[in-house]
DNA sequence: CTGTTAGCGCTTTCAG
DNA sequence: CTGAAAGCGCTAACAG
């Protein structure tokens, strides 16, 4: 169970390697290699009889041994925590596009600080990835550093307004998507727009978020007390408690602008509980349109940004530079879209 | 960037390998991979040398090369599909364990059916992984035949009622948890009791939650006509279409039981937006507890069965396994427990 | 405590 | 079209 590769195992048959179906197909082991890697270069019999001694025997190929002589078919990635962010979106879209492609996903999840990001991708590194897509980013330098030296292919799945990425980099602009969101929020006549997000520290994305915020309110002759922006942990009872504590700063606030879904979808049962109408006595926006943002009632106003999309987009950019594709967009931005719905 | 392993590598330094670390720490490559194995083994001076070099250089071992002939530190895992189901609680609790362990976890997911399930378990072995955890396991007798022959070390999270594992399993009774949701709600004194499922057909876990509901309305002297039954996406839509269905079908209905909170969070959506009180018009019940569940408007009674947990005593119950234990448990239960809230 | 040798299972390279 | 030899980067096993 325990027994390293090869060797007879337990009760079954012996796994068997590459040398003992060639063997039993009367061949030599390259050309069983080349039967699964180029059939065309085998004579059709040849094949034949390899693939039949395959099929009797079940043969799987140690991959390990594979890659390590010749092309990499690992896709590592690290990801914030998967559960209520969205993430898992764009991990299937990501894990969907890899195996469509024969690779596989390594993956690492986290709340990440500088150190344990860098330890996250040194044990990426250490597969000998064909390429690695970064999500949860704080961008320590060292990390930066680690893989600019290492000349690895990179997808960054990020903020995509004014940053330089490793080397590639996918994903929208939350700057633009909050100052959207907001501007919208504006011309549908709300005043008082109060802003929840996420903690910001060290994320790029969040921040973005919140000075887009901020921009379209000035742009639009709107004042930004800080008073009205919180910050919460990313669950609907934080949604539920920015609630709470904005309408004590401001009892006037109109509308809530949330930084994710979660934290919208919990202020609007917090209305629930208070049984204030939406969006009449306080209205609600959302960000991400997750599936039950349309099912909500009543159905939330949000930003939507297609997770699954950006996942398999991310893949598919990493390919690209895989096959040494030229001239390849360092930037991939991908739409975004206010929807429009009834809480605000 | 696409260039394999070792060598130059575009701007940066090279990437080096164990044996240049040596060369540069005057020692030989052994003594370098064992002051990385097995510290104790190495003289503190040699050692501090040797660390020293990594430290400046920047080494990261080669995994692949590593596991070939040492120790698996790969568990393969393939988990149905992340959105929507709380299966992202149970990756969550497998990645923090496996990372703890000092194992990667290679990630397959989708919506399999037999022959793909048996492809992604073949992609998983040619890994060579310590071992294997299933969730999303439609059981095809080749998948089967094909894990015990290997001798595998194999935790399935499944259902645990009566089901003899191909090694091990993690989880609930899915019987026991429905009977005793049904149960309760027909103490609770509710007497017409719908029931959403999400697609049972080759799934064991929610076929033994609808024969819980039958055989709790049986053992308690009620009818359970089938027409209270339906079968819908798992999709917070879902739960609204079966609302719908299910009132149509009968006026008098008390509760309907949703086998996922997410189905059942639809349902208290589609109550809202009918103007329907819950739980005095129509109750409802979920399965899951996830986060949303405490927060929601009613608050969502519901069967919570804690997936993290689940996923990190599958690697904990791996672990063990791979370390040789003995009498080790095939079944690990899992405790459930009905939360009464408001919904119903 | 340290080094040497051999080889994991496969595929590159080069020769038939 | 097929095969033999060599070696990917590391570590088990065995010296010293």
């Given at each position: 169970?325990?027994?390293?590769?090869?060797?007879?195992?337990?009760?079954?048959?012996?796994?068997?390697?590459?040398?003992?179906?060639?063997?039993?197909?009367?061949?030599?082991?390259?050309?069983?290699?080349?039967?699964?890697?180029?059939?065309?270069?085998?004579?059709?019999?040849?094949?034949?009889?390899?693939?039949?001694?395959?099929?009797?025997?079940g043969?799987?190929?140690?991959?390990l041994?594979?890659?390590?002589?010749?092309r990499?078919?690992?896709?590592?990635?690290?990801?914030?925590?998967?559960?209520?962010?969205?993430?898992?979106e764009?991990?299937?879209?990501?894990?969907?596009?890899?195996?469509?492609?024969?690779?596989?996903?390594?993956?690492?999840?986290?709340?990440?600080?500088?150190?344990?990001?860098?330890?996250?991708?040194r044990?990426?590194?250490?597969?000998?990835?064909?390429?690695?897509?970064?999500?949860?980013?704080?961008?320590?330098?060292?990390?930066?550093?680690?893989?600019?030296?290492?000349?690895?292919?990179?997808?960054?799945?990020?903020?995509?307004?004014?940053?330089?990425?490793?080397?590639?980099?996918?994903?929208?602009?939350?700057?633009?998507?909050?100052?959207?969101?907001?501007?919208?929020?504006?011309?549908?006549?709300?005043?008082?727009?109060?802003?929840?997000?996420?903690?910001?520290?060290?994320?790029?994305?969040?921040?973005?978020?919140?000075?887009?915020?901020r921009?379209?309110?000035?742009?639009?002759?709107?004042?930004?007390?800080?008073?009205?922006?919180?910050?919460?942990?990313?669950?609907?009872?934080g949604?539920?408690?920015?609630?709470?504590?904005?309408?004590?700063?401001?009892?006037?606030?109109?509308?809530?602008?949330?930084?994710?879904?979660?934290?919208?979808?919990?202020?609007?049962?917090?209305?629930?509980?208070?049984?204030?109408?939406?969006?009449?006595?306080?209205?609600?926006?959302?960000?991400?349109?997750?599936?039950?943002?349309?099912?909500?009632?009543?159905?939330?106003?949000?930003?939507?940004?297609?997770?699954?999309?950006?996942?398999?987009?991310?893949?598919?950019?990493?390919?690209?530079?895989?096959?040494?594709?030229?001239?390849?967009?360092?930037?991939?931005?991908?739409?975004?879209?206010?929807?429009?719905?009834?809480?605000?």
């Amino acid at each position: 169970m325990t027994k390293p590769p090869g060797g007879k195992t337990g009760n079954g048959r012996p796994r068997l390697g590459m040398k003992e179906i060639a063997r039993r197909a009367g061949v030599a082991p390259m050309t069983v290699s080349r039967a699964l890697a180029d059939p065309d270069k085998v004579s059709p019999q040849t094949r034949a009889r390899i693939m039949e001694v395959i099929e009797r025997e079940g043969f799987i190929r140690n991959q390990l041994a594979s890659s390590m002589r010749s092309r990499r078919r690992i896709v590592g990635t690290m990801v914030p925590p998967l559960i209520n962010s969205g993430i898992a979106e764009q991990v299937q879209g990501m894990t969907d596009a890899c195996h469509a492609a024969g690779y596989q996903l390594l993956l690492i999840q986290g709340n990440f600080d500088t150190e344990a990001e860098e330890q996250a991708i040194r044990s990426l590194l250490g597969w000998q990835p064909a390429g690695l897509i970064l999500q949860a980013f704080v961008q320590s330098p060292a990390a930066r550093q680690l893989l600019s030296d290492g000349d690895y292919a990179v997808v960054e799945i990020s903020e995509i307004r004014g940053r330089d990425p490793i080397d590639m980099a996918v994903g929208v602009s939350n700057f633009d998507t909050a100052y959207a969101m907001t501007a919208h929020l504006i011309d549908k006549g709300y005043r008082r727009i109060g802003f929840v997000s996420t903690p910001a520290h060290g994320n790029d994305r969040l921040q973005q978020r919140r000075i887009g915020y901020r921009q379209a309110l000035l742009d639009r002759g709107h004042a930004y007390p800080e008073s009205l922006e919180v910050e919460v942990p990313i669950t609907p009872l934080g949604g539920a408690d920015a609630l709470a504590m904005l309408v004590e700063r401001d009892s006037a606030l109109d509308v809530i602008f949330c930084s994710s879904d979660t934290l919208a979808i919990g202020a609007v049962q917090e209305c629930h509980r208070r049984g204030w109408a939406i969006p009449k006595r306080l209205a609600i926006a959302g960000y991400g349109d997750m599936d039950l943002a349309a099912q909500l009632f009543p159905r939330l106003t949000t930003v939507r940004v297609p997770r699954y999309e950006m996942g398999r987009r991310a893949v598919e950019q990493l390919l690209r530079r895989l096959a040494g594709e030229a001239d390849l967009p360092a930037v991939v931005p991908i739409g975004f879209e206010i929807v429009d719905r009834e809480s605000a």
